[in-house]
């Protein structure tokens, strides 16, 4: 089949990549000039475990090409999906300007029956709207079906080829035929392909990032509770996630969640169900345990230092939103280092692979490092804020030779207190006892 995918970001071109990969002749276009022409001479823009592979073959095999040309790019293509931003607008509802307005574009330049298929995360009811737009441009016919994306950045490749569920919202049958042909390759072991109505589909996107967003957050505030009664989070998380009904997953306790989805996505959830009248009690209270979880440990390393951390030097390790990712998006970093500065800190920062994203931000008071160890030099202390595996086992007696106290602030609960108290560091987590020497 020849499709076509407008955004060529994190989505999109996962997208792109993994259907020219399934025998799909498939065009990307994007606004964004540097990105073509970068993806044009080979070079993949982001760093997603897996993709550069494909992308290499694919584009090598001529089945992926790329295009700033709407109009080139959509040529030949029954299919067209949307990969666009819906970034938050100042009331926390979700943009859909960009949405909007390429499906206005679209409809002034088909001309035959065409599928426009959405995989942005829009609120319940964009289908109508992406409907219209199409119609008032076009005499003809076309279908609108919602394709919400449940891909996690730094396993994308994966759960593209091999996703749990695919869900299509659509009412028309011939649409739908087409998408299950399309996504048939994905689901041979049997994972469903859910049809559904478009308004339906729309809401199972928010509910799943709704509901993982609150999972972790319930952990954060029983980690919260453990600190204070002297009990373990992570014999809890053990005890508990054993049980089926809850299951093992998202149960980590740790600096609350970040990334360029789930707090927008929780947000906008709770605001269409403010624009509904209905008082979505759970979100809010989601959203305002994060926004302490997030920088949770600052107060604690300002405690520590009888709340002065003018000079300090602060060793950050992990600057990602998650590992396995670039994206510093809503990353629970920046909101960390932007507090110890605003206190007068300085940072050594390091991340395998988002330096160059936060070293493009130019932060004044950080300076970030070329690996993990050169951000201890003289460090005061240490805050984990990334699961990073390269941070699970480092060279602990090297990390104590360089720096000036032997003291780690973990947001991820990376090290067990029994080798903390081996080494001898004063090491404080989260939901667990403090060790102090
Ligand atoms: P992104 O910012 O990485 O990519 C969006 C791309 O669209 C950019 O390359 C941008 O240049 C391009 N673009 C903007 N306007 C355009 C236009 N008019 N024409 C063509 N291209 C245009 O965004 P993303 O992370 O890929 O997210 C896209 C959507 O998918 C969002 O709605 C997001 O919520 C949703 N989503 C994201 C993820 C994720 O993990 N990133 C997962 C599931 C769903």
């Not at 926004?291 to 390393?301: S, T, Y």
């Not at 050594?348 to 050169?374: G, R, W």
Request: charged share 25%.
């Amino acid at each position: 089949m020849k499709i076509s995918v407008v955004g060529t970001g994190y989505v999109g071109l996962v997208t792109g990549t993994c259907f020219a990969e399934t025998g799909n002749y498939v065009t990307c276009i994007d606004i964004d000039k540097e990105k073509v022409e970068s993806l044009r001479n080979g070079i993949v823009p982001i760093y997603e475990p897996g993709l550069d592979v494909l992308f290499q073959r694919n584009q090598r095999e001529g089945r992926l090409k790329f295009t700033n040309d709407l109009a080139e790019g959509i040529k030949g293509s029954m299919v067209i999906f949307l990969a666009l931003p819906t970034p938050p607008n100042e009331d926390g509802s979700a943009d859909l300007n960009y949405v909007i307005d390429v499906a206005g574009q679209l409809g002034a330049l088909i001309s035959e029956y065409t599928i426009i298929v959405n995989k942005s995360t829009v609120p319940v009811g964009t289908t109508e709207l992406v409907s219209d737009s199409v119609s008032e441009k076009t005499q003809a016919e076309f279908d609108v079906v919602s394709n919400p994306e449940f891909l996690r950045e730094g396993v994308a490749v994966d759960d593209f080829m091999k996703p749990d569920r695919v869900v299509i919202g659509t009412s028309a049958k011939r649409a739908a035929a087409i998408m299950k042909e399309l996504y048939s390759p994905l689901v041979r072991q049997g994972n469903p392909v859910l049809i559904m109505d478009e308004r339906s589909a729309e809401m199972t996107k928010y509910a799943a990032n709704s509901f993982l967003a609150t999972k972790i957050t319930f952990m954060n505030e029983i980690a919260n509770l453990c600190e204070i009664l002297g009990a373990d989070v992570d014999m809890v998380r053990k005890g508990i996630g054993t049980d089926n009904r809850i299951g093992k997953r998202f149960l980590f306790a740790g600096i609350g969640y970040g990334g360029s989805c789930f707090p927008k996505d929780v947000q906008a959830l709770a605001k269409t169900a403010d624009e509904a009248n209905y008082n979505f009690k759970i979100l809010n209270a989601v959203m305002s345990v994060n926004e302490i979880q997030k920088i949770k440990l600052i107060q604690k390393i300002k405690a520590y230092f009888n709340q002065d951390l003018k000079g300090k030097t602060i060793a950050v390790w992990g600057l990602a939103f998650k590992p396995y990712t670039d994206d510093i998006r809503e990353a629970p970093s920046l909101a960390n280092i932007q507090e110890l500065v605003n206190e007068g800190a300085l940072i050594k920062a390091y991340d395998p692979e988002a330096a160059e994203n936060v070293t493009k931000l130019s932060l004044p008071q950080v300076l970030v490092c070329e690996d993990e160890y050169e951000t201890l030099r003289d460090a005061d202390a240490l805050l984990i804020v990334t699961e990073w595996p390269v941070f699970r086992t480092p060279e602990f007696g090297r990390m104590k030779s360089l720096m000036k106290n032997r003291l780690i602030f973990d947001g991820r609960n990376l090290y067990e207190l029994d080798t903390m108290r081996k080494y001898g560091f004063n090491y404080i987590s989260i939901g667990r006892k403090e060790i102090h020497d």
